[in-house]
């Protein structure tokens, strides 16, 4: 008689991680794309570089550059690393993914052109083991995450238009 009075358990309250889980995942894919939108509305786009090394592409650090188009300046810090913003150089700037800037000392030239960063330098701008290739967000935090990535996220990602900027 004392079974009949408990109540019956259901078969949904083991699935109580599940949607815990669930949320979870939610809550982390609606950071990832959170930074991109609060980048639109700050005037900021963040470029993801790697080092292509034989193992496959190694993530260095992102850099942000914030534009200021009023007073034609870009000032760019390294998230997490070197919060201190530093004005680029030379710019002209007509919105956050189209700016061109020359370095003060005339040794080079950012661009950013319908959201696609490039680098123009007498020599390019080598890391300790090679040229900077850019990369998507999303794949540059797979790398981070994974070790070394693939070459196939590099072509795939060279194959949009626009590389090394957060989706609009």
Known sequence: MADRDK???????ADGGSVWAFWVLVLVLLVFQW??????????????PT?????????ANRQTFKVFPATQTVVS???GI??????????SVRDRLNWTCEFTDGSGILTMSDGTFSERTPA????AVGPFVYIGRLNWWYCSLT?????WTWKRDTNRKAVGAPSR
Request: a negative charge; aromatic letters at 10%; hydrophobic letters at 25%.
């Open 82 to 91: 070197d919060e201190v913003p530093r004005t680029v150089g030379r710019c």
């Open 35 to 48: 930074g991109p939108i609060g980048e639109r509305y700050r005037d900021e786009v963040t470029v993801y």
């Open 77 to 79: 810090w390294f998230p």
């Open 147 to 151: 070790g070394p990535c693939s070459e």
């Open 7 to 13: 109540p019956a358990k259901r078969d949904s309250d």
């Open 124 to 127: 390019p701008i080598l890391s």
């Open 51 to 59: 080092t292509r090394q034989k193992e496959g592409l190694f993530p």
